[in-house]
């Protein structure tokens, strides 16, 4: 979660093929979909969100090759994306960084761990976040 935070994507990308041996490996998370733009993404820092196949094609023009690609945070993709749609709806700017109640909080974070068990076997089609694994 880096890249989408500095002005010029492709430079940073740049600046990490140059710090990187050959064969090294670069790992790249952001968030997915600009129709998700909300509050969160200002309170945040973000400059922009990406599709996993327009993150692709950045790094490839930075001269890496892409390894794997995968969404994540797919299984709370749902509600995520109705919040998020929601408060457009009401022209909410607020962002959604408040910690909800510890037991529901467990339970968020149980259920978005699971994942971790799937995104390196298999390529998840749609999520929050976009995971990159790319080689130099």
Request: aromatic residues 8%.
């Given at each position: ?91 909410d700017t607020r962002h959604d960084l408040r910690r909800p ?36």
């Amino acid at each position: 979660d880096v890249i989408e935070h500095g002005d010029d994507d492709g430079a940073a990308l740049a600046v990490a093929r140059r710090a990187l041996a050959t064969g090294g490996i670069l790992l790249v998370t952001v968030p997915a979909y600009r129709w998700l733009w909300s509050g969160h993404d200002l309170a945040l820092g973000h400059r922009r969100r990406y599709t996993a196949r327009e993150l692709a094609r950045r790094v490839e023009r930075a001269g890496f090759r892409v390894a794997q690609r995968s969404y994540f945070n797919t299984l709370l993709f749902p509600g995520i994306a109705l919040v998020r749609l929601g408060k457009r709806l009401r022209r909410d700017t607020r962002h959604d960084l408040r910690r909800p109640p510890a037991p529901l909080n467990r339970l968020l974070a149980a259920v978005f761990s699971l994942e971790g068990l799937v995104v390196p076997r298999v390529s998840l089609p749609f999520g929050t976040s976009v995971l990159l694994i790319a080689h130099r």
